[in-house]
């Protein structure tokens, strides 16, 4: 089965968690993941900035280790990045922003590739939000 898992809560929120978990889930059960999107506050998660006290999971930490590790397409809502400072180099420049902080694996793009990893997908999973 082809899943597309949509994550709207930032790293430390447990539906974050949840998330990371159910994508481990689907992996370790021999099913696809055609896509994570990260939207709202969810595109925290996508920051190289983001710093974990020692004594809590590093969420952001091991959704960069999921992506890199299954090659898994890993899309960042922009509009939601650009209101929260999460940016890339062309962003960062556009802008005229000294850094860029998009963690490695990461893509910028629109709500379109929602759409279209919904349609790719037999199930789109959702978690967190309001």
């Known amino acids: ?5 949509a ?3 930032p790293a430390h929120a447990p539906s974050s968690r949840r998330a990371l978990r159910f994508a481990e889930a689907v992996l370790d059960g021999g099913h696809e993941i055609t896509r ?17 006290p020692q004594d809590e999971p590093d969420i952001a930490r091991d959704w960069a280790n999921l992506l890199a590790k299954h090659q898994l397409d890993g899309v960042v809502c922009i509009a939601a990045a650009l ?6 180099q062309e962003e960062a420049e556009r802008y ?5 902080n998009l963690a490695p694996g990461w893509e910028l793009s629109g709500l379109g590739q929602l759409h279209e990893a919904a349609q790719m997908a037999d199930r789109l999973i959702c978690f967190g939000g309001n």
Not at 1 to 5: D, N, V
Not at 36 to 52: E, I, K
Not at 83 to 88: F, K, T, Y
């Open 36 to 52: 994570l999107f990260f939207y709202q506050d969810g595109v925290h998660s996508a920051s190289a900035n983001v710093v974990t």
């Open 83 to 88: 209101r929260r400072g999460v940016i890339n």
């Open 7 to 9: 994550l709207f809560a």
């Open 96 to 100: 005229g922003r000294v850094a860029a």
């Open 1 to 5: 089965m082809k899943f597309a898992i």
